[in-house]
């Protein structure tokens, strides 16, 4: 209620987001089976979807569901289709997230299901997640890095109309204990303010790489280990949102908003004219 009462006060549309997120905050491959290979369990879902984006006068539907099975894809694509069909006659469209696939016989289970071409024509729209390279239980990296990004993009745009597409963009980072050890070291995730904070804390330069376009810095905590953080500034931001135009998307989303950034809104309001 407390988001919904902020997006009335900034005149901002909110939407429903649906996933097959359990309770623990995991994707769930068996809540994704469960619902596409029932005809009257997204019959019932539907109709609740419905009810609600009635009840909270929602504008749309974002649609994330991750790790599929494989065989599953078609029917996802069906789905988010008659979601796109009903929902768009009550004035609402449907937006689905997609992994950040860089061809379509990608291997691996966030990405076999996500039929690129079939989603981007059951959909009103697609957002890239084009983020997560640099991750919790991966070596130390940028999360987006701008050659990584673009990979992505240039596959996207031989399967999906790029008015239809909307960027993804990261607005966090990760802190790495050093050495990284696979399978051993765990990154937290940290807000990219909390990012600057540690550097000044540490009285430490940041520094910037300008092939992945993000910026880094080391540390060393208090009990003597060496840390390694990689995060988003206005810099990286800026390189970013740039490929909106290059590539001629229709906009950018933005994961997640929950952490407050001052960069991020500066940039974007540099770059763009914002409509009330």
């Known amino acids: 209620e407390g988001i919904l009462a902020a997006a009335g006060q900034y005149s901002v ?64 694509a069906a789905f988010v289709d008659r979601l796109r069909r009903e929902l768009n006659s009550l004035g609402c469209s449907v937006l689905v997230a997609l992994a950040p696939k860089t061809f379509a016989e990608q291997r691996g289970l966030l990405y076999e299901a996500h039929d690129y071409a079939a989603l981007g024509r059951a959909a009103n729209g697609v ?22 990004v673009r990979t992505v993009l240039d596959y996207a745009v031989t399967e999906i109309p790029p008015e239809k597409i909307f960027l993804g963009l990261s607005n966090y980072g ?42 880094f810095f080391h540390y060393t905590a208090a009990d003597g280990t060496i840390h390694e953080v990689w ?30 950034f001052s960069q991020l809104w500066l940039v974007i309001s540099s770059l763009y004219h914002i409509e009330d």
């Open 13 to 76: 549309l909110p939407w429903m987001h649906l996933s097959t997120m359990t309770e623990e905050g995991r994707f769930s491959s068996a809540r994704a089976e469960a619902l596409l290979g029932s005809a009257p369990r997204q019959e019932t879902l539907l109709g609740q979807i419905k009810e609600i984006l009635k009840e909270k006068g929602y504008g749309g539907l974002d649609v994330d569901f991750e790790y599929i099975r494989p065989e599953l894809g078609a029917a996802y």
């Open 127 to 148: 957002l890239l997640m084009t983020y997560e390279w640099g991750y919790t239980a991966g070596p130390p990296m940028a999360v987006s890095p701008l050659p990584n």
């Open 174 to 215: 990760y802190d790495w204990p050093l050495p990284f050890v696979q399978g051993v070291t765990r990154a937290p995730s940290i807000s990219n303010q909390r990012a600057i904070e540690l550097a000044i804390e540490h009285d430490v330069a940041i520094q910037y790489d300008e092939t992945a376009q993000a910026p």
């Open 231 to 260: 995060f988003e500034d206005a810099r990286s931001l800026s390189a970013r949102l740039s490929l909106i135009a290059e590539y001629g998307f229709q906009g950018a989303g933005i994961w997640n908003l929950m952490r407050p």
